[in-house]
């Protein structure tokens, strides 16, 4: 049972804008920051969203990140067949004192 | 650029230990400290520790506290995982990573390794 709580899955078809949610507590989300990453098969994964809202250099300004109280979200628009993934969210726990994963919520593009 | 380059893949016996090693290059390797994520079959992302390329210090998981341990040699930038007394439910793919905050762990890594696969057997 992950800390953080993620829909295991979600799908879209290309072009459209689909949103993934991530929720917590105020140990975590709350009163942390939310990072985002894409992990398809059998490559690393690959950090998308960092500090709620950042993109690090090189990820397209399609993928965007929010956050409010406990929860945070993930979007993406113009969806692509290549963003086929799965999408995990973490942040740093306090009461745990450590960085935790949510559980993954996999993409699919009908 | 950063690069981080893990050994290859393992194959181990139940009860065996196993010893992974992260080879770092294109930065300066004791700022920044190194993360081990694990992603076992069928499962999401897994974060097992940290530890300070610069003083060694570490902060594991609860759940891999005392069979886990983490190295650092600085003379080869080259960090360590150890995991001991394996069980089957440790098959998995094991990452490292570095994040983008020296000296912490904020959970954001925008550089990881190419993954070593641990497959417990017997």
């Known amino acids: 049972q992950s800390v953080l709580t993620q829909p295991p899955s979600a799908s879209g078809t290309p072009g459209q804008r689909v949103t993934m949610s991530c929720s917590g507590s105020s140990s975590n989300i709350g009163s942390k920051t939310v990072n985002w990453y894409q992990h398809l098969p059998g490559a690393a994964p690959k950090l998308l969203i960092y500090?709620?809202?950042h993109r690090p250099s090189g990820v397209p300004d399609r993928f965007s990140g929010s956050k409010s109280g406990t929860s945070a979200s993930l979007a993406i628009s113009g969806l692509q067949s290549d963003d086929e993934a799965d999408y995990y969210c973490?942040?740093?726990?306090?009461?745990?004192?450590?960085?935790?994963f949510g559980g993954g919520t996999k993409l699919t593009v009908l | 650029q950063v690069q981080l380059v893990q050994s290859g893949g393992e194959v181990k016996n139940p009860g065996a230990s196993v010893k992974v090693s992260c080879k770092a290059s294109?930065?300066?390797?004791?700022?920044?400290?190194i993360t081990w994520v694990r992603q076992a079959p069928g499962q999401g992302l897994e974060w097992m520790g940290w530890?300070?390329?610069?003083?060694?210090?570490?902060n594991y998981a609860q759940k891999f506290q005392g069979r886990v341990t983490m190295t650092t040699d600085t003379s080869t930038n080259t960090v360590y995982l150890d995991l001991r007394s394996l069980r089957s439910d440790d098959t998995a793919f094991y990452y490292c990573?570095?994040?983008?905050?020296?000296?912490?762990?904020?959970?954001?890594?925008?550089?990881w390794g190419q993954g070593t696969l641990i497959t417990v057997a017997s």
């Open positions: 500090s709620n809202t």
């Open positions: 973490a942040a740093w726990d306090d009461s745990l004192n450590c960085p935790v």
């Open positions: 530890i300070s390329t610069y003083n060694g210090n570490t």
């Open positions: 294109g930065y300066a390797f004791t700022t920044y400290g």
């Open positions: 990573a570095r994040g983008f905050t020296i000296g912490y762990d904020f959970g954001d890594y925008p550089y």
